[in-house]
């Protein structure tokens, strides 16, 4: 069954536009599709490599802003000597413009803390997130400030035999976010399952003794920021794509929070958890909405929180799996022998 | 093949090598023997890379490593088992063994060097899907010493290899070192059952809260009177 699963969920998510007809729903499908990629690239970071970025919203927001400024055009002065204009580019460019460079900016925030990582990453990557926030907000010349960049182009895609088609239509843009979804799934998968992958894991795991076999910690680090911030670029792109208006409070930290809640229910350091958990946290909201304030809701999502880190510490993915597998090996005699073969390892400790 | 001169190594204003100089000659089981705290694991983490000293020098096979990171140690030959058999607890067997050759990329003498170390460890084999970390302690151990064997080093460093093991455990496990030691590959052990580790060297170093006590061959430690007193129990 197992083997079936992935083709079962990617039949699922083809065929959403064909049998969900309320646009609401899409709507709130195509947001969470985007958060489900900020909260995977996240998930490297967090699950794999075992660093905690608090301001991964800074990628997004880097993301979202390169991607606008790409396709809607700018004209600024830089320190009143040079005059820089750009003419608007197609909506694409600024999707590559804005994964490029939130991935050099991941670059950069990897090079400057992971000599020292831990607690000094996660410093680094809060105040990194309040920067751009507050360059966003008062760079006005390029950024609009609070004004907000409106108008941001949708994507075109050109199709044979129909010329270029703008996604405006929501179902066309759910295809476009899910398919970047499933690169930036394939790609994760395919890195952690590497020796790069590896190497991560085993930094995460016991650091000195990855060093003594080897592993050039930092530069594997280094890496996985890059990929992470890239991603997370993408997603904001697509973000600013849809929504079309694009201001400072993308960077709130409370984006960052709700990115992490998505990875830790769902399970940090597997495939699957931030798309469990960013289904669960960008469904929530809907099912709350119409008896809760924001701030009630805000703390609804605590709450819900924290019985999943009390119930399940693991997160949802890893429990259902061990539940199904624990449910296999079951049926010819109950889990004797394997307690028992664990029983005696932990005398011979 | 390894020569330390005047070693100086700290941790903060804590000195834990006041000037130590020792050397390996190929071929042989060294034991660097001592009490706790007198700078038998500072020794060895300054030698793989993982310690920068203060001054003094290590050379192996005539290059200069004082300061080389840990990856050009291994690469230049030296593998290192460390204290308490750590391995990565949710790596699979077979995966901890291919972390333990990182630095290789031929697959081909990758494989024969994991069907060699496979045959030496059954246990090992038929556990090579399963995670690490359900191994017992004693398999554990056999891994880590596996995984040392995987980089092909020339000079293996051990780390307290008896600690926390069972008595039949400790009388295997050193059967192996001497094994690893009659195949031709050079090495260096710390360790705390001074008797054991004497009675199985070639050679033996004397550590004392950071400084060179005494050396000599395993015997002559053994009927030293100081050594008969302090670490042997009288």
Not at chain 1, 284 to 309: K, T
Request: hydrophobic share 50%; charged share 15%.
């Amino acid at each position: 069954m197992s083997r079936y699963a992935p083709i079962f969920w990617l039949v699922i998510f083809l065929t959403v536009p064909l049998w969900l007809k309320d646009q609401y729903f899409l709507h709130v499908l195509i947001i969470t599709g985007i958060f489900i990629i900020a909260a995977m690239s996240l998930n490297l970071l967090l699950g794999f490599t075992g660093q905690l970025s608090l301001g991964h919203i800074a990628f997004f927001g880097i993301g979202a802003y390169a991607s606008s400024l790409t396709s809607v055009g700018f004209d600024v002065e830089l320190f009143g000597v040079v005059r820089v204009v750009h003419k608007p580019w197609p909506a694409v460019a600024g999707l590559i413009i804005g994964t490029a460079l939130a991935g050099f900016c991941g670059f950069l925030i990897g090079k400057l803390s992971f000599k020292v990582r831990g607690a000094y990453f996660i410093i680094v990557t809060l105040s990194f997130a309040e920067v751009t926030r507050l360059v966003a907000l008062n760079w006005v010349e390029l950024t609009q400030g609070p004004m907000a960049i409106n108008n941001v182009p949708p994507f075109t895609v050109g199709l044979p035999g129909l010329g270029y088609v703008a996604l405006w239509n929501k179902a066309y843009y759910y295809y476009l976010v899910l398919f970047i979804a499933i690169l930036a799934y394939i790609l994760i998968a395919r890195l952690v399952g590497s020796r790069i992958g590896r190497a991560m894991v085993a930094l995460k795991e016991n650091e000195s003794l990855a060093v003594s076999i080897g592993i050039d910690v930092t530069r594997y680090l280094i890496l996985g920021a890059v990929v992470s911030a890239a991603l997370a670029g993408a997603a904001g792109s697509l973000y600013a794509h849809y929504v079309k208006i694009i201001d400072p409070d993308v960077f709130h930290f409370m984006y960052t929070v709700t990115m992490i809640i998505m990875v830790i229910t769902g399970g940090k350091g597997t495939l699957a958890g931030p798309i469990v958990g960013g289904l669960i946290f960008g469904f929530l909201p809907v099912a709350v909405r119409s008896f809760a304030s924001p701030e009630v809701q805000w703390m609804i999502y605590g709450v819900f929180m924290i019985i999943i880190v009390f119930v399940l510490p693991q997160g949802i993915v890893p429990a259902v799996t061990q539940w199904i597998e624990s449910f296999r090996s079951r049926p010819p005699n109950d889990t004797g022998p394997a307690l028992a073969s664990l029983a005696t390892s932990r005398k011979e400790d | 093949m390894l020569e330390i001169r005047d070693l100086v190594c700290s941790y903060g204003k804590v000195m834990a090598l006041k000037g130590v100089s020792l050397s390996v000659a190929k071929g042989q089981l060294v034991a660097l023997i001592g009490a706790n705290g007198a700078g038998k694991t500072t020794t060895l983490r300054a030698i793989s890379g993982l310690l920068k000293p203060r001054s003094g020098q290590i050379t192996f096979n005539g290059h200069d490593i004082t300061q080389a990171p840990a990856r050009k140690v291994l690469s230049l030959g030296i593998a290192c088992c460390p204290e308490g058999r750590r391995v990565f607890p949710h790596l699979t067997v077979k995966e901890n063994l291919e972390m333990g050759c990182y630095l290789r990329t031929n697959r081909v003498e990758i494989t024969k060097d994991m069907d060699k170390i496979f045959e030496q460890f059954p246990r090992l084999a038929e556990r090579r899907a399963q995670e690490a970390g359900t191994l017992s302690g004693g398999e554990q151990q056999m891994l880590a010493i596996g995984r040392a064997l995987m980089s092909r080093p020339t000079l293996v460093l051990f780390d307290e290899p008896s600690l926390g093991l069972a008595p039949n455990l400790v009388e295997r496990t050193f059967e192996i070192i001497k094994n690893i030691r009659d195949l031709g590959t050079t090495v260096l052990m710390v360790e705390q059952n001074a008797l054991a580790a004497l009675e199985m060297c070639d050679h033996a170093y004397l550590l004392e809260s950071g400084s060179l006590a005494l050396e000599g061959s395993g015997r002559q430690l053994l009927d030293d009177p100081h050594v008969r007193e302090a670490y042997l129990g009288g």
